[in-house]
């Protein structure tokens, strides 16, 4: 059965920095972050396909925000550099079991399996 567990959040001031980690369990076509604000729809943060590591990410973290792999350790990382108020979200980690040929990476729908989310705080 597939799972997605995240870690690493936490409270931070603007301008610092914040690793996350998602540790999974299972075979996944890619694994994604998303995030979520108050009362909002979750938003794409970035996403890396699990064979070759190719990774999209969103326009908002793009050139602050960095996703990876580790194959052995079976975690996807997301390292957020430059933090801003802003970026105060819930952040959840997915996973897509198949490539899905109607929606891309950067949608919620084709992932089919999600983390409990871990909570980032940016303080000004």
């Known amino acids: 059965q597939e799972q997605l567990v995240e870690s690493g959040g936490g409270m931070v001031q603007a301008g610092g920095s914040l690793r996350l980690a998602c540790s999974i369990s299972?075979?996944?076509?890619?694994v994604g972050w998303f995030r979520q604000f108050p009362g909002k729809e979750r938003d794409f943060v970035a996403a890396i396909r699990w064979t070759d590591a190719y990774t999209h990410y969103g326009n908002s973290v793009e050139d602050r925000f960095i996703i990876s792999r580790d194959i052995a350790r079976m975690t996807v990382y997301l390292q957020m550099d430059s933090l801003k108020p802003e970026d105060t979200a819930l952040y959840y980690c997915?996973?897509?079991?198949?490539?899905?040929?109607?929606?891309?990476?950067?949608?919620?729908?084709?992932?089919?399996?999600w983390g409990q989310g871990t909570q980032v705080t940016v303080s000004s």
């Open positions: 299972g075979n996944f076509y890619q």
């Open positions: 997915a996973g897509q079991t198949r490539y899905s040929f109607d929606f891309s990476a950067s949608s919620p729908t084709p992932y089919d399996a």
